[in-house]
Structure formats: C-alpha cells, structure tokens
C-alpha cells in the first residue's frame, strides 16, 4: 500500500523534464525542478510586475490630481518658454541696431540717398565673416542695387556731400582713436573726388585693429571695395575698413578698441595694391580719419 504524499513533499519533491528531438529522440536540454522553486519564481515575476505598474500609476496620480507636481511641470515649460523669448529678443535687438546704425549715415541729407541703396544691397548680402572669407571673388556678380547705384552717385555728384561734411565737434574730441593700421598714407582724404577716407600701405598680412570700443555692424563682400567691416561707436561715429583680404569678426560681435577685426588686402575693383581704405563717419557725415587718429 502506497503511503499518502503530504503538501511538503509534494512542493520538496524533485521532477525532472528532458527536452528531446522530435526525428532521432536524441536528448536535448534537462531541467530539473520543484513546486517550490516554480511557485517562488512566479511570485517573484508577478511581484516584479506589480511594483513596476504601481510606480507608474503613482506617477500618473501625481499628474492628474497634485497640484504641486503640475505647478513644477508648469514652472520647467515657463523658464523655458522664456529662455525661447530672450533669445529672439537678443536677434531683434540686434537686427535693430543695425539698422538703426546705419540710419546716421543717411539722416538729414537727401543727397546722401545713394547711400541708402548701397546700404540695402550690404543687407542683402550681409552674412557671417566666416562664410564670407568662404566664397570665391569670381563668383560674386555685381547686384542690379550695386549698378543703380554707381550711375545715381555719377550723376548726382559729390557738391552737396563735400558742404555737409561738419567740423570736429566736442563729442569727437572726447573720443580717442586707436590707429587701425601702422603705415604709409598713400591717398589723402579727399571728398571732391569722392574719396571719403584714406588709403594706408602696409607691409603684408598685416592685422587691422578696431579704432574703438564698438559693434560690427556690417562685414560682407561689395563689388568695389571687397571685404569690407564697418563698425559702429558711440556718439554716431562709424568706422569703415574695406579692401580687406579676409574678415575676423561678424555682424553683431562687440569689438574692443585695439582688437583685430581684419587682414590688410587687395580685393574689389577698387584698388591697385594691398592697402587699408580707412573711412570715419560722424551723423552720416564723412570726416577726415587724419584729423582724429595717428597713422
């Protein structure tokens, strides 16, 4: 007669299941087990599963129905919402100011109109100094702006431009210049012939430095005076260096007097050597760059 298995024998007792090949019987894998161990690791799996969907409905509690866990979430998309604002606020304000920069040069002269459609074409082509220097001299065409320009300027003449030009004022006379280039001055100012700065010979690949604290506000490629930079100071002064052969600092970049924001070049039609072409405007009006810096 049999003896009756009890509940612990049944769960201690030791079963074995061999995994054979279906074609040739040939034995496979062997597993051996209990009802305890098998019991044990189903609890377990379910425990896991349990303690896994608990965390997540917490979280979607938290969610739904704690007013704190909403308030934070609230607060992180705000801070980041504005960070979004103060970065489109920084490229407006410095899109205005370059506008508003370049205003000085054309305000209270109609003669000085011309300038205004040049400066609409530097708009136009206005990129990063980088990008700039990327771009081969042969590819640039002359823009349909650069032409009417040229023929307008010819036919107006420089007579009204030359009488506008204004005397140092005491707002210039508190400011001091750097000079953006050591060298020999090879054409003097000279507005009756239109030539509204100074031309500096260098040596080669020399650095041309920033007259005076200030922020660029135009460095692009133009059809005449190629790589140009111009930079704009306080009290409406702006300084302008063209002819460069490569530019250093883009639209937008402060610049601290003395700092290099170009290297002395020979491009554009405009020129017949490596040379500086130094402007100095002062309220649209072009002044003379010898009575106000050491070259």
Known sequence: MKSKKTFVSRLTNRYLVIVRNEEDFAEKTTLTFTYAKLTMFIVSICMIIFIISLFLVNTLLKQWFDPRYAQAEANRKLIELSLAVDSLEQVVAQSNQFFNSFQYIVSGDSTLETENA????????????????DQAEGD????????????????SGVEMLTSASLAPSSQLDELFFF????????????????????????????????????????????????????????????????????????????????????????TG???????????????????????????
């Open 179 to 266: 000079s953006p280039l050591g060298g020999i001055i090879s054409a003097p100012y000279n507005p009756k012939i239109g030539h509204y700065g100074v031309d500096v010979v260098s040596k080669k690949n020399e650095p041309i430095k920033s007259v005076a604290d200030g922020t660029v506000i135009m460095a692009s490629w133009t059809q005449d005076a190629g790589y140009v930079i111009a930079v704009q100071h306080r009290s409406n002064v702006i300084s302008v260096y063209k002819h460069n052969s490569s530019l250093l600092k883009k639209t937008g970049d402060f610049v601290s007097a003395g700092d290099v924001v170009a290297i002395i070049g020979n």
């Open 140 to 155: 640039l065409q002359p823009s349909k702006i650069d032409t009417e320009f040229r023929e307008e300027f010819e036919e």
């Open 269 to 295: 039609e405009l020129t017949t050597g490596p040379h500086l072409h130094f402007e100095l405007w002062y309220n649209g009006n072009p002044m003379n760059p010898e009575e106000f810096v050491s070259f």
């Open 118 to 133: 040049y400066l609409a074409s530097i708009d136009d082509r206005s990129v990063d100094g980088n990008a700039v220097n």
